[in-house]
């Protein structure tokens, strides 16, 4: 079975009206919560890699949301009033303030073993879109296919 890992910001959401950055360029968290708000999440836009997923979604793939965000009745709300198919969603717990990279890794590593999937079989059958630097290092260096997002977008909407 293959999996595609899709982050959500910045992937297949355009959400940047809501993006408030710390001074060392991370996200700001609590300024996060406060303005996940249900105007603010319909306020959100889709981006080119929504066809993406929505393929692998038909073709079979399993398709895993995996997120650094803290998730709301409004943010499912949003993705099924957008149709953004999913089989698993990997959020941030509320209260987790791991790093990007660090919750990714821990959540996928979780689902791999709550699954009984073998950590190496998991990475070999997973491709992981992503726009977060860090976090494509970090997918590389466990050993998960990546594609930068933002570069993938990009070339989908020049196919528009």
Known sequence: MQTALF????????????YTAL??????LLAWVR?????????????????????????????????????????????????????????RP????????DLKEFQLRLYAHQHKISWRRFCETSMFFEDNPSVLDRMAEIGIETVDAVAWNKKLAMTL
Do not use: Q
Not at 94 to 101: E, I, L, Q, R, T
């Open 94 to 101: 509320k209260g987790c303030m791991f790093g990007d990279a």
């Open 23 to 28: 001074p060392n360029g991370d996200i700001d």
């Open 35 to 91: 303005d996940n708000t249900r105007e603010n999440c319909f306020k959100d836009s889709l981006l080119p890699a929504i066809r993406t997923l929505r393929n692998d979604y038909r073709f079979g793939f399993t398709v895993i949301l995996c997120t650094a965000r803290v998730l709301s009745a409004w943010d499912y709300d949003f993705f099924k009033e957008n149709d953004i198919p999913f089989h698993v969603m990997l959020d």
């Open 7 to 18: 982050d959500i910001d910045n992937t297949i959401v355009c959400s940047k009206h809501r």
